[in-house]
């Protein structure tokens, strides 16, 4: 009888997921960030989960004082800037274990939550996870892919008032994150019916091909 031997590549990967909703598990963004890992854990047995909540545990904002520790020398900060090079590595330490990266994504006022962007702010780490060369920036963070499941009350995918996309497409890309594919669920806020549509379309791609982060695009 052939035995069914376990390959490293599909039992031992890790996933980051990384919620920013205001409204932690019970934000939209959070639940299709869910139904996709839950997806991926079955496919995954052995993979190793891990969650940030951004609204559980806020990053600060970055300040002058915190992006200064960023710039000391090792051998020259001070106590409190080991601190914040300790809280900032360890979650670029989270990214870097990481295989694959999922993004809850909800669109407040425009633009991507504030937790978020501070986020952001903590894990852009010059030698950490990208570097500049005589070419331009170099990402450090390469050979992961990221999905990202963005909410938004209104419609905005595939138009120029899509602020968002662009910008968390760059983000990822800058440091090092290259496969990145982002699926929608919009007119949450425009009636039931759209709503229910919409989450409807969200779940059959995530059931079906985001699953396999199939190379069709699934912008909406
Ligand atoms: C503070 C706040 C600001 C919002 N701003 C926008 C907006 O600018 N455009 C939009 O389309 N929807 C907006 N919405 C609606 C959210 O995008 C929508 O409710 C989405 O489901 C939020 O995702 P979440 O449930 O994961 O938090 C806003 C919601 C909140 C709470």
Redesign the pocket.
Known sequence: MASRKPTKETDMKTLLQINS???GN??????LADRFVAQWKARNPRGIVIVRDLARDPVPHLTAERFGAFLAKPEERTVEQQAVIRYSDALIDELKRADVIVL?L??????VPSALKAYFDHVARAGETFRYTANGPVGLLTGKEAHVFA??????AGTARDSQTPFVREFLNFVGIERVQFVY??K??MGDEHKQQALAAAHARIDGHAADFAAEPLAA
Not at 106 to 111: D, K, L, Q, T, V
């Open positions: 909703s205001l409204f019970g934000g939209q963004s959070s639940q809850g909800p669109m407040y006022n425009f633009g909410t938004r009350g209104g419609a905005y669920a919009e949450l806020a």
